[in-house]
């Protein structure tokens, strides 16, 4: 059972500090936050890797001298990622040479060739998001710095946004640090919902994950009602005419210190009750989360004594008092039998989606509990219907900017009905497996940037800012145990956002990302539980294949540019075609000197440039090596997701959607995995072998590169001793 965190055993004195100093974590001493402004503040980014130069990618610029040098800045910032396209391109031109030239293993060329051609095509794809991504983030820059006045007003208006948080049986510090994110957003109008779906049955982890939130919710109802009583009591003062400037400016610059110190020893409790595995991420939400804020609120109460004017006053106290939201509930569908009970994350976020904008009453009919529509008055349940819907992963954790920054992009680009900002791992972790895969992670939200500058974004589901009309318009009905069940979110695959992104510009609606870095997720720490991430993001991309189609046809003129298609063509099947490829090579090429110096120059660039995106996400070059090996680890998960795609092609039956474990223990590795690096072991071993006794040793170095990868990455993700416990495991099982 968790507990809210008591401030007072930590710090009892909660006086303000007068002179507004002190010593703080080191990190706190880097951050600049900004003056305080009438609106909603804007607040600074905490330091990132150096990934993008923040802000929203606004396509019609003035025709300003700035907007020029933006430009000539892009063309600069992308010449290098030409040449590599086109040393790309030149050495695929080499291998289909060679292939029609030689004659005397045209059969297996043409093998080699077709196999070949796949792989590049996935390299390819890669340079030109990666030039895309390059030329948006210029252009991001000054289109950022002219809709900033325009950004304060919209961000003030008070478009109401729903944060969702669906859980499932998540560790309680978990939820609670999610949570916490999105209260202490600078946003004003907005209330969150924890979606609980942990088993009805299992009144433990449901005790736990309400006890969560409300420890969340008690903790901030202490600044929040101390800054709502200021506000009343000033607003008190002026009514009476016993308003005296200085006096007030003081008293709003203590209050300010007081909420400041608040957030100072609120983080350092959290830190208190933290667990070793897991010092990572409490770590970054510190340095990228409350201590910005405790910086931002010194700033504040600095500039405060400056003000005289009463309506500045009033202003502020306006912004601190929403500063955090309390408005923080629970919902659990699973109390309700005319809900959905699909066990999938898409059907807990459609379930409540379809009760926005009504009132309910609870009702129980044979020991079961349902919800009723209610005209009237007397409703037990009134859920409100907002502009936008931001969907956030019980494993994620969002900036202070986040809602704020991208609520503005949908108010200026009326076409959106999704913007995000691809997630990143979180920093400095501790396990092989979790800093290596992260890697992996990262780059993705590199290729997502670019894919965004050739409008050919795609939902990616951790977190994502909603239109909620767009979820409307792709509003279905499906009928589940007899009942009709309204679907926003489709669950047709285990990638449900990814197919959304497919029924919304079907519809005319767009998916934009905005280039900063303003979310980070977890990621598994350990290769078991990795393997189930990663088969369930490998399998759904053939069966939305079809979609893709069709939607091409149907949608609004405008919607699809061929370059565009040509990429989220590569996002949906480059699971199937990078991996077989890959395994193809590696068991049945016997390449000539000529054939493989021909493959090095095609692929030399994706490889120079993924070593290169290391070390800009704040990795070394040299980790290009333990990804790689990581990679082929991956091979048979891949085919596993793949085989369940065509599974659900031919019987029709949806793949039961399996969630990725997050606990501080291993989960074990399916024996079918260690077979196949056994048998791939033996085979390369065998080509390498046979290669060296006839004197091929050019056609020896692929296979006994990829055989070292594969032992390495056994040794280094897994573990010989693990290794053998899993095969002990998984052989008497069956």
């Not at 440039?609 to 990679?631: I, K, P, Q, T």
Request: proline fraction near 5%; hydrophobic fraction near 45%.
């Amino acid at each position: 059972m968790t507990h809210a965190i008591d401030l007072k055993e930590f710090r009892p004195d909660f006086r303000p500090a007068g002179d507004g100093k002190r010593s703080g974590p080191p990190s706190l001493r880097l951050v600049q936050p900004l003056a305080p402004v009438p609106a909603v503040p804007v607040l600074p980014t905490a330091a990132e890797p150096d990934v993008s130069d923040a802000g929203p990618a606004v396509a019609a610029l003035p025709v300003t001298k700035a907007a020029r040098r933006a430009r000539v800045e892009a063309f600069v910032n992308g010449l290098p990622f030409l040449v590599l396209i086109v040393v790309s391109v030149a050495g695929f031109g080499a291998i289909l040479q060679l292939a029609v030239q030689d004659h005397r293993l045209r059969a297996l060329r043409l093998q080699d060739t077709v196999a070949m051609a796949g792989l590049w095509f996935c390299s390819l794809c890669y340079l030109i998001n990666r030039y895309g991504a390059s030329q948006r983030s210029p252009v991001a820059r000054t289109g950022l710095q002219a809709a900033m006045s325009q950004q304060d007003g919209e961000a003030r208006g008070g478009r109401h946004v729903t944060v969702l948080v669906p859980s499932y049986c998540e560790e309680p510090r978990v939820i609670r640090m999610t949570v916490l994110s999105a209260a202490l957003a600078v946003y004003p109008a907005r209330n969150i919902v924890v979606l609980v779906d942990d088993p009805v049955t299992d009144t433990v982890s449901v005790a736990r994950s309400l006890e969560a939130v409300d420890g969340v919710r008690r903790d901030l109802a202490v600044p929040v009602e101390r800054m709502r009583d200021q506000q009343r009591a000033f607003a008190l003062r002026r009514r009476s005419g016993l308003f005296d400037p200085a006096r007030e400016a003081d008293l709003l610059s203590r209050n300010f210190h007081w909420l400041a110190d608040w957030l100072d020893r609120y983080g350092q409790a959290f830190l208190a009750g933290g667990q070793p595995a897991f010092a990572h991420i409490d770590r970054y939400f510190m340095d990228a989360i409350l201590w910005p804020l405790v910086g931002h609120y010194r700033k504040r109460a600095e500039a405060a004594t400056s003000l005289r004017s009463a309506g500045a006053i009033e202003a502020a106290y306006a912004d601190v008092s929403v500063a955090f939201c309390t408005d923080i509930t629970t919902f659990q569908r699973k109390q309700f039998a005319n809900l959905s009970h699909a066990a999938n994350k898409a059907m807990n976020l459609n379930a409540y989606i379809a009760l926005m904008g009504g009132r309910y009453r609870k009702r129980s009919q044979s020991g079961r509990g349902y919800l009723r529509a209610e005209t009237g008055r007397r409703a037990d349940l009134a859920v409100r219907r907002p502009d936008y819907i931001l969907t956030l992963d019980a494993d994620s954790v969002i900036k202070p900017e986040y809602l704020r920054n991208l609520a503005a992009v949908l108010e200026q680009d009326e076409t959106l009905g999704v913007v995000q900002t691809p997630y990143l791992s979180f920093p400095d972790s501790t396990t092989c497996v979790e800093r290596y895969a992260g890697a992996t992670t990262d780059i993705q939200y590199l290729v997502h940037q670019g894919s965004s500058h050739f409008k050919a974004g795609f939902w990616v589901g951790a977190n994502a800012l909603i239109r909620f009309e767009a979820l409307k318009a792709i509003e279905t009905v499906d009928v589940q145990n007899g009942m009709p069940v309204p679907v926003f979110i489709q669950d047709r695959t285990v990638i449900e956002d990814t197919g959304s992104t497919i029924d919304l510009l079907a519809k005319g609606w767009g998916v934009s990302n905005y280039y900063a870095a303003l979310a980070r997720s977890a990621t598994p720490a350990d290769f078991g539980a990795l393997c189930i991430q990663r088969k369930r993001w490998c399998n759904g991309g053939l069966i939305i294949l079809g979609s893709l189609l069709r939607a091409m046809w149907i949608a609004p003129r405008g919607s699809f540019g061929l370059l565009g298609f040509v990429l989220r063509l590569h996002y949906l099947v480059s699971p199937v075609v990078g991996n077989i490829c890959l395994f193809v090579l590696m068991v049945n090429s016997r390449p000539s000197l000529s054939f493989l110096f021909a493959m090095a120059l095609a692929v030399l660039p994706y490889f120079l440039l993924y070593g290169l995106d290391l070390r800009r996400l704040g990795y070394r070059f040299g980790d290009l090596v333990a990804v790689s090996a990581l990679n082929l680890l991956l091979l048979p998960v891949a085919f596993a997701g793949i085989l369940e795609s065509l599974v659900q092609l031919v019987t029709g039956r949806k793949t039961s959607f399996a969630r990725t474990p997050k606990v501080e223990g291993r989960t074990v590795v399916p024996v079918f995995y260690f077979l196949f690096y056994g048998a791939t072991l033996g085979f390369m071993g065998w080509i390498a072998a046979a290669s060296v006794a006839t004197g091929n040793l050019w056609a020896a170095v692929s296979p006994a590169a990829n055989a070292c990868l594969i032992l390495y990455g056994l040794v280094r993700y897994i573990g010989l001793r693990n290794v053998l416990a899993d095969c002990m495991a998984g052989f008497r099982r069956g």
